[in-house]
């Protein structure tokens, strides 16, 4: 592994009324540990696992690539802070990385699209072609089988976002050959069972305060999914 450990100082928040310091799991959880080249975040939506996952990337100065920001009713001046509240522990020093989400890809794939137009080689870091001219699913599964078999950390939010199951199933043996390779850690947030499969994977659940590590079986993920499989007609009964 790359990075050992994320500790948080929550006597250093700024507030305790805003979000994300508001957050009980973010004033009750002092370090997450990572033991393993792959390290799942789980949780329900507003637990906070994106919340970290970025204020991770942006601790370890890679870059998120943003669209054009809309105009907001009420601006929060804490929501990018907790970064500054976090202390990395590295086991050989910092490494490059990168960060991705669904919606900052896509306006990664369009400057690429730029880049290219001056530069074409660049396209050979990607698969050797244009991103969008790709399905959606084919341009992320083009970018994951390039991108990950770069010495780095990289940190994702939903991968699994516009992949099918075959597709997800591919990603997770990129995961995990190149986890196993040593050169590349991945911490990942997912909705996805079948990426919470990864052989020799931590998960750490958020919907436990302060964060702790489970079991596959134990997710919800994975309770949720089997017996939804075992019997899906008992989920369409309204009573």
């Given at each position: 592994?790359?990075?050992?450990?994320?500790?948080?100082?929550?006597?250093?928040?700024?507030?305790?009324?805003?979000?994300?310091?508001?957050?009980?799991?973010?004033?009750?959880?002092?370090?997450?540990?990572?033991?393993?080249?792959?390290?799942?975040?789980?949780?329900?939506?507003?637990?906070?696992?994106?919340?970290?996952?970025?204020?991770?990337?942006?601790?370890?100065?890679?870059?998120?690539?943003?669209?054009?920001?809309?105009?907001?009713?009420?601006?929060?001046?804490?929501?990018?802070?907790?970064?500054?509240?976090?202390?990395?522990?590295?086991?050989?020093?910092?490494?490059?990385?990168?960060?991705?989400?669904?919606?900052?890809?896509?306006?990664?794939?369009?400057?690429?699209?730029?880049?290219?137009?001056?530069?074409?080689?660049?396209?050979?870091?990607?698969?050797?072609?244009?991103?969008?001219?790709?399905?959606?699913?084919?341009?992320?599964?083009?970018y994951f089988r390039s991108r990950y078999q770069i010495k780095g950390i990289y940190l994702a939010d939903e991968?699994?976002?516009?992949?099918?199951?075959?597709?997800?199933?591919?990603?997770?043996?990129?995961?995990?050959?190149?986890?196993?390779?040593?050169?590349?850690?991945?911490?990942?947030?997912?909705?996805?069972?079948?990426?919470?499969?990864?052989?020799?994977?931590?998960?750490y659940s958020f919907d436990h305060i302060p964060v702790e590590p489970v079991a596959y079986q134990d997710t919800?993920?994975?309770?949720?999914?089997?017996?939804?499989?075992?019997?899906?007609?008992?989920?369409?009964?309204?009573?």
């Amino acid at each position: 592994m790359h990075l050992k450990r994320v500790t948080l100082h929550p006597e250093a928040y700024p507030t305790t009324e805003r979000y994300p310091f508001c957050l009980p799991i973010f004033q009750q959880t002092r370090r997450v540990d990572f033991v393993s080249p792959v390290t799942f975040f789980v949780g329900e939506n507003g637990t906070g696992k994106s919340t970290l996952l970025k204020a991770i990337a942006h601790k370890c100065r890679i870059h998120i690539w943003h669209g054009l920001e809309r105009a907001r009713y009420e601006q929060n001046p804490y929501e990018e802070l907790l970064h500054k509240t976090l202390r990395l522990t590295w086991a050989h020093g910092p490494v490059p990385g990168s960060f991705f989400s669904s919606e900052e890809f896509q306006n990664f794939a369009r400057l690429l699209d730029d880049w290219a137009t001056a530069t074409p080689t660049v396209l050979r870091h990607f698969g050797g072609k244009s991103l969008m001219t790709q399905s959606h699913g084919q341009s992320l599964m083009s970018y994951f089988r390039s991108r990950y078999q770069i010495k780095g950390i990289y940190l994702a939010d939903e991968p699994e976002t516009a992949l099918s199951p075959n597709s997800q199933l591919e990603l997770l043996r990129v995961l995990h050959e190149m986890g196993e390779a040593g050169h590349a850690q991945f911490v990942i947030a997912t909705h996805s069972p079948i990426l919470l499969a990864c052989p020799g994977a931590t998960i750490y659940s958020f919907d436990h305060i302060p964060v702790e590590p489970v079991a596959y079986q134990d997710t919800d993920h994975y309770q949720v999914y089997r017996a939804f499989m075992a019997d899906p007609s008992r989920y369409l009964d309204s009573e």
